[in-house]
């Protein structure tokens, strides 16, 4: 189970913080499932996309289900071969993805439990890819460096044989609370429909309203989202928690001011407030669509991590904040908060690349304008 650290200060509940002088109250907590690790991986956008899907399968069915993440890791990890293979190595080849993939993956492979798909072998305890990736790198490059001789008609059975081995098999039929699935008909059970979900996002060099490729380095298999306007992002945003809604994030967690061990991000007016606001409440920057936009083409705004929002808290001076659930423990050494951060308005109007969510979510004047 989850740790949470609660505080009883003047008759209200206040969420403490290893920032010793915020005071964080509760203002929408969506039911999701324990924070877990995704240990030495780069796997955290199927970590924090079937979170995600998990607490949309509470909101369904009122049932809480462990997924298995590895499952989808297992299912995508060939198409990113095919993409880097058939490109000719000049893609990327990694162990990052996007929430989008474990939609398609789901589309294409169903769901399961992660007691019937740990990805892990019998001696393991923590997923580590570092060999899996080397392995699977060093294997595609051969194939794709094979000077005046064609592609072997054996490269994806090859691929398949070293995932199978480092992962496990596919399953191809389970049983779960006494009844027999297959990954297909567990989705269905799970009342998951991957057509139901949309990606969001807001910058300014493509149109509005429309949907578009966002070039960043994870998105290998070119997906689209929908386009807003900054503001409208964020309403969308805060629309979706008022309803009930999560979301999976796709966020830039490279700058000092993200802090898991803190539980806290933030976006300071003054630079020397950077590590005064890891403490105490500061002043923060006003973040416009045109400073969003800069900080992206300039590289400040990295494609670096997917965690997933999951309610908003306050602060003893009324600011808002997201309740960000993250994929890196529990472990108090290394996190606050039970392993969520808290991320200010600003952060994520600043670093947040783009966001999933149920297409009922949204708001309805957005639903019209892109014609959903």
């Not at 650290?5 to 969506?30: H, P, R």
């Not at 399968?57 to 049932?63: E, F, M, Q, S």
């Not at 399953?171 to 057509?195: C, L, M, Q, R, V």
């Amino acid at each position: 189970m989850k740790k949470t650290y609660i505080a009883l200060l003047l008759g209200f509940g206040f969420l403490s913080s290893n920032a010793q002088n915020y005071e964080f109250q509760s203002v929408i907590d969506i039911e999701t499932t324990p924070v877990i690790s995704q240990d030495i991986t780069g796997t955290c956008w199927s970590f924090s996309t079937s979170s995600f899907l998990e607490s949309e399968i509470i909101r369904l069915t009122g049932k809480q289900i462990d997924l298995s993440e590895m499952y989808q890791v297992r299912n995508t990890y060939p198409k990113k071969a095919e993409n880097f293979v058939m490109r000719q190595g000049k893609a990327q080849f990694s162990q990052g993805g996007l929430a989008h993939d474990v939609i398609n993956s789901v589309a294409d492979f169903g769901l399961v439990p992660a007691n019937v798909y740990s990805g892990l072998t019998e001696d393991e305890k923590k997923h580590n890819h570092s060999e899996l990736e080397a392995v699977l790198n060093a294997m595609l490059k051969v194939y794709i460096d094979n000077p005046g001789k064609k592609l072997s008609q054996k490269w994806k059975e090859a691929v398949a044989g070293v995932l199978d081995v480092y992962l496990g098999k596919n399953p191809t039929e389970f049983t779960f609370e006494g009844k027999k699935y297959t990954p297909k008909s567990f989705a269905e059970f799970t009342k998951i429909k991957p057509e139901n979900y949309i990606t969001l996002t807001s910058f300014s060099h493509q149109p509005f309203y429309k949907s578009f490729i966002l070039n960043i380095p994870d998105n290998f298999s070119n997906g689209s989202m929908y386009n807003l306007p900054l503001d409208e992002f964020i309403q969308n945003i805060d629309n979706a928690l008022a309803k009930g809604y999560s979301l999976s994030l796709d966020c830039d967690v490279s700058e000092a001011t993200f802090s898991a061990k803190y539980g806290v991000a933030f976006i300071p007016k003054n630079e020397e407030d950077t590590k005064t606001g890891l403490a105490e409440i500061i002043e923060e920057m006003p973040v416009s669509q045109e400073y969003r936009q800069a900080e992206f083409e300039n590289y400040d705004t990295t494609d670096d991590h997917l965690m997933q929002i999951v309610g908003t808290v306050k602060d003893q001076k009324g600011n808002v904040y997201y309740k960000i659930k993250n994929s890196w423990g529990t472990d108090e050494k290394r996190v606050t908060n039970g392993g969520f951060v808290y991320m200010s308005v600003p952060y994520m109007r600043l670093k947040a690349i783009s966001v999933l969510v149920h297409k009922d979510a949204l708001t309805k004047d957005s639903k019209k304008k892109l014609n959903l």
